[in-house]
């Protein structure tokens, strides 16, 4: 689909809210929430050298890690990836990629993680990621096949910008749903993007509600690790303080009322202690 079309979708979910229209059954609804799953890819390590710039300004002196995680629910009206990673190919830097302070490593590809659970990228029906950092959107290239869910602000700073910062190659054709607001994906409530601007002007986060594990907020970079959470100090390199503020209390208020638990992906911890791919979450 060309660039012009898909400003269409973008004007009919703007026009229909939610964009979700029909009417499905209570029991067809219940089974495609019942059979909802959920893999959690290891897509990266973080060494920082200096966590002062990420806490405030708060001195830390020894290294700090940080996992990088993306998510594929799988849902029986199609995939969603959620964040992507750094780009595969800082697998072959087995020194890791150094951007101060930051040192960037990579064990397995995304690519490698999705072909063990038997999923190609082409048959991956939305892509969506948090924001566009090449830690989340590193592997988008990847998805050509995929319609992909941005708020605009993140459209036009990665596809209207000279330095998008990733490669985008292959992106051409794509579908967008661009996006000023929230979107129930499936029309369900199961999987709802939820705009959290801040960090990045057009940073977002993901509710999902798995059957088994209950319902959860993917950060994205919201917070960056559950230290920051508690200490609710606002990393130097932000783009927006006020509006970071003000997305963090949405959340809080979000996950209070629907009693969901907080998902910091970068947070090492709290990460490392979740089943990873090739293991479905349910
Ligand atoms: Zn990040």
Redesign the pocket.
């Known amino acids: 689909m060309n660039r012009k079309f898909s400003w269409t979708v973008a004007l009919l979910i703007m026009l229909l809210g939610s964009g979700c229209t029909g009417k499905k059954s209570d029991k067809s609804k219940e089974q495609d929430i019942a059979s909802l799953e959920m893999y959690v890819f290891d897509v990266g390590k973080?060494q920082v050298n200096d966590i002062s710039q990420l806490n405030g300004g708060e001195e830390v002196k020894a290294p700090v890690y940080?996992t990088?995680t993306a998510f594929l629910i799988r849902h029986p009206k199609g995939d969603l990836i959620w964040d992507t990673g750094f780009a595969d190919s800082v697998v072959n830097h087995p020194m890791g990629e150094v951007t101060s302070p930051y040192y960037s490593t990579m064990e397995k590809t995304l690519s490698s993680q999705l072909d063990e659970i038997g999923v190609g990228p082409d048959n991956v029906k939305y892509l969506a990621v948090?924001?566009k950092?090449p830690?989340?959107s590193g592997n988008m290239s990847l998805f050509s096949e995929s319609t992909i869910i941005l708020q605009e602000a993140e459209y036009q700073a990665l596809f209207e910008s000279e330095t998008p910062g990733i490669v985008l190659e292959g992106l051409d054709d794509n579908e967008f749903i661009k996006l000023d607001g929230e979107l129930d994906v499936f029309c369900d409530g199961t999987v709802v993007v939820i705009p959290t601007p801040g960090h990045t002007e057009g940073h977002q986060v993901l509710f999902v509600n798995l059957p088994e594990t209950g319902p959860i907020i993917l950060s994205?970079?919201l917070w960056?690790f559950n230290t920051g959470v508690r200490s609710q100090a606002v990393p130097l390199f932000n783009e927006n303080v006020a509006e970071t503020s003000a997305s963090w209390e949405k959340v809080q208020a979000l996950l209070r009322e629907k009693k969901a638990t907080l998902w910091v992906?970068?947070d090492s911890e709290q990460m490392l202690a979740i089943p990873h791919s090739p293991k479905a979450l349910h």
């Open positions: 973080i940080f990088n948090s924001h950092h830690d989340h994205g970079d960056l992906q970068h």
